[in-house]
């Protein structure tokens, strides 16, 4: 994509689900950014591959209860960066390769997998995740569930 964020979210915004996305080569910043008071968002079934700058999810401006699960995020500088952010943000059940945080006490982390699985035709901008049998797969086709067979979206 040649956007500047996969996702953002400039609030006040209360409780918004995100799932099934594929977030790819953003030329931009962020595969996703939570900002301005986004509270209790829940972002799982994802797949976000290689932003071009350093940050794969950004959280900042208030932002709290941020639920991040279930997801993959491959190729980013940092991981995950936490500006000036509220409580109760949580990730976990998360593929995350290289993995690298800001967050200190700010966020809970648990179950971080940083073995890099294998994309079905990531040169045809194909994210699913093949049943190869390798266990970096198995882990991401485990936490992605139906989704990691299905290519989101409308298909043009």
Known sequence: TVFDHGFYCSGPVNGALIQGN???NNSGFNAMQL???CLGFNYTDNVAFHS???RGIAL????????????????MGQTFYCGTIGGGNQVSNVVASPFSENCTS???FKNIFTDTP??????AND????NTGSAA???ARYLLGPYADQVPGPQL
């Open 127 to 130: 994210y699913r995740i093949p």
């Open 118 to 123: 294998t994309f079905a035709n990531q040169a």
């Open 35 to 37: 900002n301005g008071v």
């Open 137 to 139: 797969n198995n882990v």
């Open 22 to 24: 594929w977030w790819y």
């Open 106 to 108: 700010r966020v809970s």
């Open 52 to 54: 071009s700058t350093d």
């Open 60 to 75: 900042d401006s208030g932002t709290g209860g941020a639920n991040i699960h279930n997801s993959v995020l491959l190729g």
